[in-house]
């Protein structure tokens, strides 16, 4: 199975290759420079990995929640490919590959996971362990600013992950068991046999989540 991989929703741009159980990785470490860059990024790792876009089975997208910017790029370029190539383009949650990414480097056992959303909120969601990544059913949800606290005390038995820059989120996070990482393109090969059941939005035209006003915590 040949798979193209691309996340766009934090800070760095990340691409991955997966060719027949083989990975090809590369992120760019210019902050927020994505559309600058991710094109490139592609054709570097197709030419790398010995593919061609007719050759990939499937794409895998973090399609969101995450930068605005970021993740109209990812999507855009996702839904392109489709188009033109017709080939499968699955969204995995932002929130999981940023776990995926902690799991992947060596983080273990409970997880809550934060993304700033800008104006005072946060994504959230959390996880028990590894094997909860596959849980079709993941709550996400939204956290104001004044929420976030009285959140993480609830939950002070979790390593707190974050790919964010928040000042005031971190100001929170000093006294607490954090991580600072950034998702990588490659933990999405996670969902690789399973992309078909975790996408919502099925495997073409694929639309950035930003969760709603519905999604708050409590």
Same mark, same amino acid.
């Given at each position: ?17 997966f ?6 990785f590369?992120?760019?470490? /210019? ?9 490139a ?16 089975d499937?794409?895998l ?6 930068? $605005? ?5 990812g ?8 188009l033109?190539h017709r ?33 005072? &909120? ?8 590894k &094997?909860?990544?596959l ?9 104001? /600013?004044?929420?976030?606290?009285? $959140? ?13 820059? /928040? ?9 607490? /068991? $954090? ?9 999405? $090969? &996670?969902f ?15 639309v ?11």
């Open positions: 199975m040949n798979v193209l991989a691309i996340e766009t929703s934090a800070i760095y741009c990340s691409i991955a290759v060719k027949d159980g083989q990975i090809f590369k992120e760019d470490t /210019n902050k927020s420079q994505h559309g600058k860059v991710i094109l990024l592609i054709d570097e790792l197709l030419d790398q990995s010995q593919l061609s876009l007719e050759q990939l499937k794409i997208i973090s399609y969101g929640p995450g930068s $605005f910017t970021g993740l109209r790029i999507c855009g370029v996702a839904q392109s490919f489709n033109i080939i499968k383009c699955f969204g995995i949650s932002s929130l999981k590959v940023l776990a995926s990414t902690a799991y992947q480097n060596e983080l273990k056992g409970k997880v809550v996971c934060l993304i700033s959303l800008g104006m005072g &909120e946060f994504a959230a969601s959390k996880f028990d362990d &094997e909860s990544l849980d079709n059913k993941t709550e996400e949800f939204i956290l104001q /600013n004044e929420d976030l606290a009285t $959140f993480l005390k609830e939950h002070k038995d979790y390593h707190v992950i974050t790919s964010s820059e /928040n000042t005031d989120m971190m100001n929170i996070l000093k006294s607490k /068991n $954090f991580s600072f990482i950034q998702p990588e393109a490659k933990s999405m $090969f &996670e690789i046999t399973i992309s078909d059941v975790m996408s919502p939005q099925g495997d073409s035209f694929i950035p989540n930003y969760l709603s006003n519905k999604d708050h915590w409590r």
